[in-house]
């Protein structure tokens, strides 16, 4: 399954909004440097979802990520 992900990096507070089943919006405390946002999007939906097999498909250095899941 792929996930579209808005994703704001250096956030005050971390937040989750689900604005449909394959689209999230997040907030990260960490910053965009050294991977830190990426590593911790991925926890993220690696919790939602219950599974470990989550990947980046696309977006690494953007805002506006696709991301696979698989159970």
Do not use: F
């Not at 956030?11 to 946002?37: C, G, L, P, Q, T």
């Not at 999007?41 to 690494?60: C, P, Q």
């Amino acid at each position: 399954m792929y996930i579209k992900i808005k994703v704001k990096a250096g956030a005050r507070e971390e937040k989750v909004v689900k604005k449909s089943d394959d689209h999230y919006d997040i907030s990260v405390r960490e910053k965009a440097e050294a991977n830190a946002a990426n590593r911790r999007i991925l926890e993220i939906i690696s919790d939602i979802y219950k599974t470990k097999k989550v990947r980046i498909i696309s977006g690494h250095h953007e805002p506006g990520k696709i991301i696979s899941v698989e159970n």
